[in-house]
């Protein structure tokens, strides 16, 4: 596709309950990214993928967090045990290195989890 | 990354130029200048980047000052689908890790 896409949008569970949530990056960017916002806050990194790699896993919270990229595509961000404080919207983004040296990211619009 | 100063929020007119200041004194020589903006309810645009010379983009202008302590993002005739939140962010210019974000500055624009 034309952009990043994440799915589901919207995602309500209830609280102890497992949760994966999909991001489908631009073709051809083989880097990755997951970042969780809360209201009010600027995006929180969590990890980042460089082809089927985890690079930096340095932002999960804890151990209830895990994320995968096995073909060095299509990610999938798992919570287990969901809690209240999960609560936020996630974000994916992808990227490749541009020419001038710095690269730009492109999000997608994100899954809003809410846990009752 | 090296940290950046917003002020959380401005306010503009419609059809009139806005100025959104960044301050990051610690920058490196290597650190380009990124801007992004997060229009509500959606994730994160880019905007523009630059590392020592002003630059120009169909979205907006990047002014750099000489010494790269500040920079400011000149959206030159503001519209209201330009009210966001815009943020400012130094990014190492061999690196591809992540993007650390702050709170940005959340522009309000009035018609």
């Known amino acids: 596709g034309a952009g990043v896409s994440q799915t589901p949008s919207n995602k309500v569970t209830e609280k102890g309950k497992y949760v994966e949530l999909r991001c489908d990056p631009i073709s051809g960017h083989t880097a990755l990214y997951w970042y969780r916002q809360s209201l009010g806050q600027g995006p929180e990194f969590l990890i980042y993928?460089?082809?089927?790699?985890?690079?930096?896993d340095s932002g999960l919270p804890n151990d209830r967090f895990f994320a995968v990229r096995p073909e060095g595509s299509v990610s999938t961000l798992k919570i287990q045990r969901t809690e209240r404080g999960d609560s936020a919207v996630y974000l994916c983004?992808?990227?490749?290195?541009?020419?001038?040296?710095?690269?730009?990211?492109?999000f997608g619009a994100g899954s809003r989890l809410t846990v009752l | 990354d090296a940290k950046t100063t917003q002020p959380n929020s401005m306010e503009s007119n419609e059809e009139e130029p806005v100025h959104l200041p960044c301050n990051h004194s610690t920058i490196s020589g290597t650190d380009y200048i990124h801007w992004y903006r997060q229009l509500p309810s959606q994730g994160p645009e880019y905007v523009i980047h630059?590392?020592?010379s002003n630059v120009n983009n169909r979205m907006a202008s990047l002014a750099i000052a000489e010494d790269r302590k500040s920079s400011t993002l000149i959206l030159h005739r503001a519209t209201l689908r330009d009210a966001a939140v815009y943020y400012c962010i130094l990014r190492d210019g061999g690196s591809q890790g992540n993007l650390i974000f702050g709170k940005g500055t959340k522009l309000s624009v009035k018609p």
């Open positions: 993928f460089q082809g089927t790699g985890a690079a930096d």
């Open positions: 983004a992808s990227s490749f290195r541009q020419t001038s040296g710095a690269n730009v990211l492109t």
């Open positions: 630059g590392l020592t």
